[in-house]
């Protein structure tokens, strides 16, 4: 199907705007004893979207400089989702290096989004997305710093 770039911003706009991210999970196995360690949340667009998959949805939010709001939203729905459902373990939330390297990054916001639910940063891991290149080391290093100091969990996807 051919879509007009156009269509695909205003796509990504109502989506945002309407919160309209679908949060799964995969499970993260403890391969010594074979149980459930936690699990991933990863974000889907709606069904009917051609930005339904991942790698198209963030292509699309990084090419409009939307990549950060994109993923507060994605956050914000996987934790809530994980709450309601009464997963046990950790949750695993993607996070790009260029998310945490943008100025307008909302600093405070993944505590905000826990405190709602009563979840503690323990319980979450930041996992560092591997789909981008990892520039300016000093600053990613800093906010993964910070993040650790918050009592998060950090890895490398």
Not at 82 to 107: I, M, R
Not at 136 to 147: K, P, R
Request: glycine share 4%.
């Amino acid at each position: 199907m051919f879509v007009i770039q156009s269509e695909v911003g205003d796509e990504l706009s109502q989506i945002i705007a309407q919160e309209n991210i679908t949060p799964v999970f995969q499970s993260i196995m403890d391969c010594t004893s074979e149980k459930i360690h936690g699990f991933e949340g990863l974000s889907r667009g709606p069904e009917t979207s051609p930005l339904y998959f991942p790698d198209k949805l963030f292509k699309q939010a990084e090419a409009e400089n939307r990549l950060t709001e994109l993923e507060v939203l994605c956050r914000k729905k996987s934790v809530s989702a994980h709450h309601e459902q009464k997963l046990d373990g950790l949750l695993f939330l993607n996070v790009s290096p260029l998310a945490l390297l943008d100025p307008h990054y909302p600093k405070g916001v993944t505590l905000k989004i826990l405190e709602a639910y009563n979840i503690q940063p323990s319980q979450i891991v930041i996992e560092l997305s591997e789909k981008y290149p990892m520039v300016e080391m000093d600053h990613l290093l800093s906010s993964l710093n910070d993040y650790r100091q918050q009592g998060f969990k950090i890895a490398i996807d």
